[in-house]
């Protein structure tokens, strides 16, 4: 393909060059394919080579960048027409073997420029030294604004009141008609308005940003001003600075004066990069802050707390009623039921429908952390308290301050413990391990146990003063055998919510897997039924689950007669007889018998108690 590139502006307009191997160098020194004599050029600035029938531009690392139709770029894919900038030179990329086309565009650029929009002018973001003494007055305005724009933008912690606040207060000092903050998200993305302001109030004229100036000014991390020329016919200039914070550069302050008698002076430029110099750290620590509070409504909408608490039943329903009562108050909360129930889901549902929601829920397992740690965990520690305690330390109890604390397996405080803990709750306030300073406690307390607190009192094992404590209102989590009514609703939903993490396809449950749901005691409650059920999306082949995809102690139960369980019936005969044999032959030694099967004593007392036959082997032995 014939492919050239035409000077169209700069010291060396009107030159073509027409690539005529792989490769055209372009940049100041003399030994490029193109020189071109401006002292803003790189020696080795660019390079354009034909692969593959394509022609891609490279920027040599250059000092001031390339720019291809006003993007700075470090390789580029170019096309016919396609305008390329280095230093103060504007060139143009032609595929064509037009040679009238060609001429016309060098006619074109040894013209003089009827289109030069505006002219650009890179300045310093500061004065010289001599020129503090030119104008008192207009230092002590420009210091006095400077103060008070700090001052805002220091107090505001939301984005948009944030911009809209800053761009008022420049234009307090800068005669600009209108005003935007363009923020990057991301140091790859294309920046974008996130804020634009007008001096006239109720102007709804849309503000059209200069995209080549505002690439310009992040590149090259510094203040562009823009004035019409003469020629140019135009009346807009345009004074862009960017925001350089701590990490990266976020943005840029892009004003705009629309009149032909308002225009942008030097000491605007000095006012303006001060500014952003004090701006751009805080609306990158404002927008770090954006990103941790989206990225906590993110995970807190994938707990959806208020839809894990599944069930239609009578005893379910009594139970949101329950937390839809308590939430709205402060006061503490003992949470009560077996093990697997769901009682920490029902602690979590009373604190995200509490006025407390925005703020921590911090669960603590009393039973899972050592005696010896337990203190320092609910309570914190001061530096050198104790061996090892290096650094001073914030317990559960401060850390989650005006939100809830979730005291999980509370039945198993250790004496010591709960009388601390019933102090916390008498006085509201509780002492660090290693400090005679009490701290205020300004959290709520939310306990939970499957213990029978009434009979652990009874036997020494647990204060009754702390109970009356805990149990100001409480809740009783019903097990899952006592609303059978449930099964099939937490069933369903944990099968779409595990089919969808192992990307399976799913229809449903079969009617022979849903009836041994049904048939099951489940023990375990609705943990051991979500273990199920996950069991079965990993193991199952089929588009549904069916009998054999279930843990083999749902299997062993009895079965009522319904379709399909003539399998699992005749299978669990079988296992019947065989266990009763082999404890005929050991004359009712069960450990005998397991090791004759070749099976662990648990699991066969477990087969002996899923089959229901504990009672007929009791009497086979006796007779």
Known sequence: MDSRVV?????????????????????????????????????????????????????????????????????????HGDTIRAGHCELVFLITEDEELVSHMVQFSEADDPVDLLSTTKLQAYPAPGSFGTDVGRMARDLNALFK?????????????????????????????????????????????????????????????????????????????????????????????????????????????????????????????SVAGIAAVTLENVLALETLRNENRRLQAELDLGGVLIGESKAM???????????????????????????????????????????????????????ALLESELFGHEKG?????????????????????????????????????????QEHEFDRVGSTRPLKLNARVIAATNKNLEEAIKDGEFRQDLYYRLNVVSVMVPPLRERPDDISLLAIYFAAKYAEKCKRSLKGISADARALLLDYSWPGNVRELENAIEHAIVLGLGDEIVPDDLPEALLEVQPVEHSGARYHDQLNQLKKHLIADAVKQTKGNYTEAAKSLGVHPNYLHRLIRNLNIKADLKRENEE
């Open 7 to 79: 000077v169209v502006s700069g010291p060396s307009k009107g030159t073509v060059v027409r690539l005529a191997g792989t490769q055209l160098s372009v940049g100041r020194d003399s030994a490029n394919d193109l020189c071109l004599h401006d002292r803003a050029v790189s020696r080795r600035h660019f390079a354009i080579s034909e692969t593959d029938a394509a022609f891609h531009l490279v920027d040599l690392e250059s000092h001031n960048g390339t720019f291809v139709n006003g993007i700075p770029v470090r390789r580029k894919l170019l096309g």
């Open 149 to 273: 724009i700090a001052n805002t933008i220091n107090s505001i912690r939301d984005l948009e009141p944030l911009q809209q606040a800053l761009l008022q207060l420049i234009g307090e000092v800068i005669p600009a008609d209108y005003g935007a903050i363009v923020i990057l998200r991301h140091a790859d993305d294309e920046p974008s308005s996130s804020c634009t302001w007008h001096r006239k109030q109720g102007d709804t004229t849309p503000l059209r940003l200069r995209r080549d100036l505002v690439q310009r000014a992040l590149w090259e991390r510094s203040a562009i001003l823009s004035r019409p020329t003469p020629e140019s016919g135009d009346s807009e200039s345009v004074l862009c600075v960017p925001l350089v914070a701590v990490e990266r550069t976020i943005g840029v302050l892009y004003l705009l004066a629309a009149g032909s008698r308002t225009k942008f002076e030097e000491d605007h430029v000095h006012f303006l990069s």
């Open 317 to 371: 329903r009594q139970v949101q009623n329950f937390i839809a009562r308590v939430a709205k108050s402060d006061s503490t909360v003992l949470v009560r039921g077996e093990s697997g129930t769901g009682k920490e889901l029902v602690a979590r549902a009373i604190h995200r429908n509490s006025p407390r929601a925005d703020k921590p829920f911090v669960a603590i397992n009393c039973a899972a952390i050592p005696e």
């Open 385 to 425: 308290s104790f061996t090892g305690a290096i650094a001073t330390k914030k317990g559960k109890l401060e850390v989650a301050e005006g939100g809830t604390v979730f005291l999980d397996e509370v039945g198993e405080l250790a004496h010591q413990l709960q009388a601390k803990l019933l102090r916390a709750l």
